[in-house]
C-alpha cells in the first residue's frame, strides 16, 4: 500500500472559489498503472489531472504524490520542484496553451533545457521522437501556423521527451487522423510496457477500452460514480447513457460482451 | 460595403504586420553576419552604436552610422526593403510631433531660410531650425536602426538571457517574456474571434450590429486572453520552469565576435574623442 504514486482523499475543488470541479474525489494510482478518466464536457476531468500535475491544489482533502502531501508551498523547493517535473508530465488539452516558444523545436527542448537535462542527451531524444511522430518538417515552423493536429503532435513531444515515469494526457487524440492516433496508442502501450504510468482523459470509448487496466466515470456532478475494469464499465449501458459517453439510439444494437456503442 | 472591406483589409493587415513584427524568426535564423555574432558581444556592440547616435551632434557622423547600420542589414540577409518600413515607420510619429515644428522660428529663432503664409499666419522657417529637424530625425532613424538590427537578427529567448547576462532583473525580462507570449496569444484570439463572426454573420455585418459585436467582444477578449495567459504559465510550470528561460546554444564568443568588438570600440572612442 505504500507504494502509491497518487493517493487523493476526500478532494474537493473549485475555481474561484464559485464554481466547483472536483467533488469529494478519491483516488488511488499504482505505478505502472494505465487508468482513463472519462465524463461529459465540464465533468471535471482536466481539472483533475491539472491537480495531478501539481498545478493547482485540492481546496478540501489531500493529494499525495510518491508519498509526499502536494500543497502550495512545496514547489518552492527547487529539488522536489524539479524532481517531481520530471517524474510527471502533462500534456494539455488544449495545444495553443502549450505551445509558447518561436519554433515547434524550441518548444520541445523547452522542458528538458528547464530540468538541465544534458544538450547530447536532448539532441538523441529530439531526434528520436522526430522520427516517431513524423515532425520532421514542423521542427523550424512557429508552432501558431500549425494545424490543431499537428500542434497536439507537437505539444505530446515536448512532453514526452522529459521521458517522465508517469505521463498523465488530456484527450490526447482528439482530432488527430486515424494513423496518427493509433501511433500514439501504440506508443503509450509502450511506454507502457516499459514501466510508464499512464494516465489519461477521453472520450474516446475504444481508446479507454484498449488502453486502461482501470477506468473512472465522472458524473456531471463533477464526482467519481463508477470505477471498474473496461468490461465492466462499457456493459453498462445505462452508466454511459447518464454520463453521456454514449447516444441512447446506440442501444438499438444489442450489442453481449465486446461493445463499441458510441461508434453508432 | 466598401467600409466593410477597408475594415478587414485592415484588421488582417494589422495583425499580419504585428506577427511579421514581432514572431517571425525567419531572419533570426539566416545565416548572416549579425547572426553568426554572440548574442552578448551583438548586443553590446549594437547598445554601443546607439549610444554613439545619442551623443554624436554632426550630422555627417551621424550619416556615417546610419550607412554602417544599412551595411551591417545588408550583410546580415535583411532585405533592405523590409529594413526601411520598420524602422522608418516610426519617422512620421516623431517629425509630425518634434521636429516638424522645430523647424519654424517660434520654438527655433535663427536665420530666416523661407517664409510660409498659412491662414494669415506667417511662419519662419529658420536654418537652425532645418539643421536642428534634420539633426533630429538622423538620429532617431539612425538609433531606431540599430535596435530594429538587433532584434530581427535575435532569437527572443536569446535576447531576454543576454538581458539576464547584462544584470537586468529577472522580474522584468520575466515581465518582457510574458508581454511577448500575450501579444502572441492576443494576435491568435483576435483572429479566430473574428474569423467566428464572419462564418456566424457573413462579412456584410450592418454596422450597429457589428459595432456590438465588437465592443462585446472586446470585453471578452481581454478575459479571454487573461485566461490563457494563466493557462500558459501552468504549462511552463509543468515543464520545469522556475523564472528563468534557458536556451540551448550556451553563448561561446570567438575570435571574429572579439575583432568585432574591438572595432566598435574603436570606433567609439575614436568618435567620442573627435
Ligand atoms: N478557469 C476556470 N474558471 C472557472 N471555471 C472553470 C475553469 N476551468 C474549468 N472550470 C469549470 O470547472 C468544471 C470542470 O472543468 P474541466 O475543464 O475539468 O472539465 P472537463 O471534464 O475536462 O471537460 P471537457 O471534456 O470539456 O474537457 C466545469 O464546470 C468548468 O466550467
Ligand atoms: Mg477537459
Known sequence: MDNLIFELKNVFFSYLERFPALSDVNLNIRPGEKLTVVGANGSGKSTLLHMLDGLIFPGRGTIKAFGADLKEGVFNDENFSKNFRRKVGLIFQNPDVQLFCPTAKEDIIFGPLQLGIEKEEIENRLEELTGVLNLKDLLDRPPHQLSVGEKRKVALASTLIID??????????????????????????????????????????????????????????????????????????QLLRDNNLIHSYSHKHKNTTHIHPHLH | MIKNNFIESSISGGLSFLKESVFSDDYASQKGFLQSLDPRIKTATLLLFVVQVLLTKQIVVLLCLYAVSLLLAFLSKIHLGFFLKRTWVFIPLFSLFIAFPAIFSIFTPGE????????????????????????????????????????TTTKHFKLLKVLRIFGIPQVFVMTLGMCYRYIFLFVGIIENTYLAIKSRVGTKVHSKRGQRIVASNIASLYQRSYRLNEDVYQAMLSRGYNGEPLVLNNFKAGLRDWLWLLCVLTIFVTLTIA
Not at chain 1, 517522465?164 to 502501450?189: F, K, M, S
Not at chain 1, 510508464?196 to 474516446?204: C, E, F, M, Q, V
Not at chain 1, 456531471?220 to 462499457?234: D, Q, Y
Not at chain 2, 491662414?119 to 538620429?139: K, M, Y
Open chain 2, 112 to 151: 530666416t531660410l523661407a517664409t510660409l503664409k498659412i491662414a494669415g499666419l506667417e511662419l519662419i522657417v529658420t536654418r537652425q531650425g532645418l539643421s536642428g529637424a534634420a539633426l533630429f530625425v538622423t538620429r532617431v532613424i539612425t538609433s531606431v536602426s540599430f535596435v530594429v538590427l538587433l532584434s
Open chain 1, 164 to 237: 517522465p515515469d508517469v505521463l498523465i494526457l488530456d484527450e490526447p487524440t482528439a482530432g488527430l487522423d486515424p494513423l496518427t492516433t493509433r501511433h500514439i496508442i501504440n506508443l503509450l502501450v509502450q511506454s507502457n510496457d516499459s514501466g510508464k504510468t499512464i494516465i489519461i482523459s477521453t472520450h474516446d470509448l475504444r481508446l479507454a477500452e484498449e488502453i486502461s487496466d482501470i477506468i473512472y466515470v465522472f458524473s456531471p456532478g463533477k464526482r467519481i460514480v463508477k470505477s471498474g475494469k473496461p468490461e465492466e464499465i462499457l456493459s453498462d449501458g
